[in-house]
């Protein structure tokens, strides 16, 4: 089957940038995605990328996409201790795909 | 998100116990989905829901079953609970929209299931 893989762990400096990465090996994958889980909490989409795009910016976080080497990742800006937690990247195959395959999750650490 | 609400947030049962978790929404959405998740292994999809009348096994359906009682609900139930089921279950939605289509899945708080 389709398989997404991040790195399981980033501990990184208030006021520093996070860049999380994700790898994938669907050719066919149509939307990507990162979501966000807090402890005790479900997830939240934070934003999404078509595949037919390089690059998306929604104020701190930038998503940068390679198609050809099936990499992606989640740059945040200025990160804050409210950033810590576990990063989802997760992606979706065809036009008419109902599943999403998500990665095991990167927990971010924010350190004052 | 609180228009997605999962029914008991923490549970304790036995062995051989059946067990029910609810889901219900109030996004007005016709797709429902259960995953559950273990630490280290990312979400894995037991069941989803396209309408009232279909349902579709995921990846780890065995020892789970589901019923979609209305569109906003969705409840897995395990017939005859086991430890290796002992897991954080979440309930997800999705709807058409017009720009997105079915592309964003909305997320209950989830279900910390402990099986002894």
């Known amino acids: 089957g389709e398989d997404v893989e991040q790195s399981l762990f980033l501990s990184v400096r208030e006021g520093d940038s996070s860049v999380i990465n994700c790898t994938y090996t669907d050719s066919s994958s149509t939307y990507l995605y990162w979501y966000k889980q807090e402890p005790g909490a479900g997830l939240q989409l934070l934003t999404y990328i078509f595949s037919n795009m390089d690059m998306k910016q929604d104020q701190r976080l930038t998503v940068l996409l390679n198609k050809k080497d099936k990499h992606l990742s989640l740059r945040i800006a200025d990160t804050q201790t409210g950033d810590s937690a576990i990063y989802f990247c997760?992606?979706?195959?065809?036009?008419?795909?109902?599943?999403?395959?998500f990665g095991k999750g990167t927990k971010l650490s924010v350190i004052p | 998100d609180a228009d997605v609400t999962q029914t008991p947030r923490n549970r304790i049962t036995k062995t051989g116990k059946r067990i029910m978790l609810e889901c219900s929404q109030t996004k007005g959405h016709d797709r429902m989905y259960w995953y559950r998740q273990d630490p280290g292994l990312g979400l894995r999809l037991i069941y989803y829901?396209?309408?009232?009348?279909?349902?579709n096994k995921g990846e780890i359906s065995d020892g789970y079953s589901v019923s979609r009682q209305a569109q906003a609900k969705f409840s897995l139930s395990l017939e005859s609970a086991i430890p290796n089921q002992t897991a954080l279950y979440f309930c997800?939605?999705?709807?058409?929209?017009?720009?997105?289509?079915?592309?964003?899945?909305?997320f209950g708080p989830g279900t910390r299931l402990t099986v002894l």
């Open positions: 997760a992606e979706k195959s065809g036009a008419g795909s109902y599943q999403l395959t």
């Open positions: 997800a939605t999705s709807g058409r929209s017009r720009d997105r289509a079915y592309n964003e899945q909305f």
């Open positions: 829901s396209f309408d009232v009348k279909d349902i």
